[in-house]
């Protein structure tokens, strides 16, 4: 190899490295996020249980003769409450998620007396896609 060469990928490599400092050193650490109180686990409860006739409902109309995508269905809009709370309200989803399934072992009271269904539709797949 001749030095023109060699002076090129030395260069090369000292601008991918020095391009890999910059990113790192502007990089922001995560946010740790902690867990939800009692309240706010129960407040989540009360509000999942409120909703989920209606949502299952809808899921039932949006797919009708498929259980299991129903049941899918619910849980995406579920999981999606989850997040937008836990992200304004700075707190885990995996607190939030633990909160519902000590809300629903415990039987948590709610205030329109709906209770949520902790069963999940076995997945029969399809045979046409």
């Not at 502007?26 to 909703?51: F, I, K």
């Not at 902790?118 to 997945?123: E, I, L, Q, S, W």
Request: glycine content about 6%.
């Amino acid at each position: 190899m001749t030095p023109r060469i060699d002076l090129w990928s030395w260069f090369l490599i000292g601008g991918a490295l020095f391009s890999g400092l910059l990113l790192v050193r502007s990089s922001h650490a995560p946010h740790v996020t902690g867990r939800c109180s009692l309240a706010q686990g129960q407040q989540l409860y009360a509000d999942v249980a409120e909703r989920e006739p209606g949502e299952r409902q809808d899921a039932a109309r949006r797919f009708r003769g498929s259980l299991w995508s129903q049941d899918d269905d619910f849980h995406f809009k579920e999981m999606k409450r989850v997040k937008d709370y836990a992200k304004s309200h700075r707190v885990s989803v995996s607190s939030l998620l633990d909160a519902l399934d000590q809300g629903m072992h415990e039987d948590w009271p709610i205030p329109s007396k709906n209770v949520p269904n902790p069963k999940v539709m076995p997945c029969r797949p399809r045979l046409i896609y």
